[in-house]
């Protein structure tokens, strides 16, 4: 059984950073593209940021030099470290496989607040 769990979120004043993690069991990281979403009040999910099995990276256009993702397989973690935090930033904040395990599976995620 698949089972993600995200953590990591809160409310922070536009600039400042936070760190997310994301644990997952039922998965294997190593072997997976994971990557890290998010979903905005009154919008759709969106990839902010991808890590594939050999560790390239890419980004949505509006994190792009703000945020980096990276993991730990040995522990069958996933991070994201989000600097220069925006408002437009707030959201829910998702980790899964890339494409998404299932279509139906998102873990409860982490609210992220940017508000001064």
């Known amino acids: 059984q698949v089972q993600l769990v995200e953590s990591g979120g809160g409310l922070v004043q536009p600039g400042e950073s936070l760190r997310l993690s994301c644990t997952g069991s039922?998965?294997?990281?190593?072997?997976?593209?994971m990557g890290w979403y998010r979903q905005a009040p009154g919008k759709e999910r969106e990839l902010v940021a991808r890590s594939t099995s050999t560790r390239s990276t890419d980004y949505a256009d509006s994190v792009k030099g703000r945020f980096t993702i990276s993991r730990d397989n040995a522990k069958n973690m996933v991070y994201l470290q989000m600097n220069s935090l925006k408002p437009e930033d707030t959201a829910v904040y998702y980790c899964?496989?890339?494409?998404?395990?299932?279509?139906?599976?998102w873990g409860q995620g982490t609210q992220v607040t940017v508000s001064s």
């Open positions: 899964n496989t890339h494409p998404p395990w299932t279509s139906d599976y």
């Open positions: 039922g998965i294997m990281f190593r072997i997976n593209t």
